[in-house]
Nanobody
Framework: QGHLVESGGGLTQAGGSLRLSCAASGRTITYSAVGWFRQAPGKEREFVAAISFNGDDRRYADSVKGRFTISRDNAKNTVSLEMNSLKPEDTADYYC????????????????WGQGTQVTVSS
């Protein structure tokens, strides 16, 4: 069974940018919606963004709308999250997750999860 692998996390200053990638290994995500979630220390996991299997539907949390952009490249079996104008409150572990076809904003709706990548934004 395949799995999802996140990459691209790191440390940046407020106002900076990072690009996260979610790569599927040993499986295809062609028919999967992919969501990004994040969890800060001491807080619950929260929805960030999601994209449907065909890219037609993209959803964003209000807190990231206008700053983050989700995209996918099915030929490369990857989904990316471009994060601009980062704020210290964006600091968290970021996870990608997959489910069939259509986007959802609840983490419990996603069946396959990556291990996460850490994002730290300093003030």
């Amino acid at each position: 069974q395949g799995h999802l692998v996140e990459s691209g996390g790191g440390l940046t200053q407020a106002g900076g940018s990072l690009r996260l990638s979610c790569a599927a290994s040993g499986r295809t995500i062609t028919y999967s919606a992919v969501g990004w979630f994040r969890q800060a220390p001491g807080k619950e996991r929260e929805f960030v963004a999601a994209i449907s299997f065909n890219g037609d539907d993209r959803r964003y949390a209000d807190s990231v709308k206008g700053r983050f952009t989700i995209s996918r490249d099915n030929a490369k079996n990857t989904v990316s999250l471009e994060m601009n104008s980062l704020k210290p409150e964006d600091t968290a572990d970021y996870y990608c997750a997959a489910r069939l076809y259509y986007t959802k904003t609840l983490a419990t709706e996603y069946s396959d999860w990556g291990q996460g990548t850490q994002v730290t934004v300093s003030s």
